[in-house]
């Protein structure tokens, strides 16, 4: 199946509970939430119809590898990439399976994540686009188009949760 990238919304009076148990914003399976599945079946049809609301939900399929290098800080930019934050982190392998990645991001983080994301237009993803290449084998401009779609997923899910002062839990895995 993959690895893939799920972020779950928080109010800011659940921060608290959000740092000290993620796992408990984060939802018990994530990818039929994402999908449309029925939670745990082990047989189920999929709509592909995201289950959670797009203002509580972010998913990013495999597309957050390319968006962890497009927003990563480089020697060239150290400061760059406060929203970096947003998509930094791998999974821990280790026999058949990995451990995922969760972090926190609080309310008052996300401002600034925001403002960095939001910053980015199509010229800057065609810039690095030429540097990169998907592991997957996609041609360059169904990549660009996959990668320019789920990049304005994500500005438009940071724009709702700093519009209304939450934070997330995301899980790379």
Known sequence: ?????????????????????PHSILSSDPLADAWGLEPHASVSVATFEQVSPKRDMLYLDKVWS?????TCPTTDVPDAGS???????????????????VRTILPVEVPAIRDDLCAIDEDQVRTWARTWRSRHGADDDDELRYVLDYLRRAQTFVETLAADGRGMVYLIG
């Open 83 to 101: 929203c970096y934050r947003m998509f930094e982190g791998s999974v821990t392998m280790h026999g058949l399976g990995w451990d995922p990645w």
């Open 1 to 21: 199946m993959g690895i893939r990238y799920y972020a779950y919304a928080f109010d800011a009076d659940l921060a608290e509970q959000a740092v000290d148990d």
């Open 66 to 70: 390319a968006l962890q290098s497009l």
